[in-house]
T-cell receptor, first 113, second 116 residues
Framework: DQQVKQNSPSLSVQEGRISILNCDYT??????FLWYKKYPAEGPTFLIS?????DKNEDGRFTVFLNKSAKHLSLHIVPSQPGDSAVYFC????????????FGKGTKLSVIP | EPEVTQTPSHQVTQMGQEVILRCVPI?????FYWYRQILGQKVEFLVS????????KSEIFDDQFSVERPDGSNFTLKIRSTKLEDSAMYFC??????????????FGPGTRLTVL
């Protein structure tokens, strides 16, 4: 039951270029979306979120875009830095009465110096 | 910066033994959660807790699992009789308000549970 899908298990990008991480969801009841970053042996660290009433949210080098009609969101990192190398998880919440986050499988980003 | 803490960082136990995983949520947060991640798999929701009772639980959270907030600061997950398939990273999270109002959950560093 993959309600949140991250179809690219890995992504390599040159330092300074844009990283684009993609996420698709199937449940139309989701109304809040989050991106988390995770280093090995650490917990997920919150990066940025977006509510379904918006289509874009920006925080420094990080921008999240939401396309509700396509049930698709993306995280843009510009410019990419070597310290951005980590696993990025997309998560969604908001099914009526539900508190849980539903996670994707993650995309491992490698930023090459 | 306030953070969620978890102890121990690694717990090794024999199958059939009881384990208690401990978490200290961020102090002004009211909602608490446990998630787990089996190696190579997704992070999965286990349970949410508010006002000293379970708000929601997944099908993973069976009778072998329990949670409590024994002293107003700690939040614990107990597995009564561990099985090999309980081996995973267990993450605690907390949030300030209900996620229904677009709140954000903040995660601890995790406890790696190894069941032998």
């Amino acid at each position: 039951d993959q309600q949140v899908k991250q179809n690219s298990p890995s992504l390599s990008v040159q330092e300074g270029r844009i990283s684009i991480l993609n996420c698709d969801y199937t449940n139309s009841m989701f109304d809040y979306f989050l991106w988390y970053k995770k280093y090995p042996a650490e917990g997920p660290t919150f990066l940025i979120s977006i509510s379904s009433i918006k289509d874009k949210n920006e925080d420094g080098r990080f921008t999240v875009f939401l396309n509700k009609s396509a049930k698709h969101l993306s995280l843009h990192i510009v410019p990419s830095q070597p310290g951005d190398s980590a696993v990025y998880f997309c998560a969604a919440s908001g099914r009526a009465g539900s508190y849980q986050l539903t996670f994707g499988k993650g995309t491992k980003l490698s930023v090459i110096p | 910066e306030p953070e969620v803490t978890q102890t121990p960082s690694h717990q090794v136990t024999q199958m059939g033994q009881e384990v208690i995983l401990r978490c200290v949520p961020i102090s002004n947060h009211l909602y608490f959660y446990w998630y787990r991640q089996i190696l190579g798999q997704k992070v999965e929701f286990l349970v949410s807790f508010y006002n000293n009772e379970i708000s929601e639980k997944s099908e993973i959270f069976d009778d072998q699992f329990s949670v409590e907030r024994p002293d107003g600061s700690n939040f614990t997950l107990k597995i009564r009789s561990t099985k090999l398939e309980d081996s995973a990273m267990y993450f605690c999270a907390s949030s300030e308000r209900s996620p229904l109002t677009t709140d954000t959950q903040y995660f601890g560093p995790g406890t790696r549970l190894t069941v032998l």
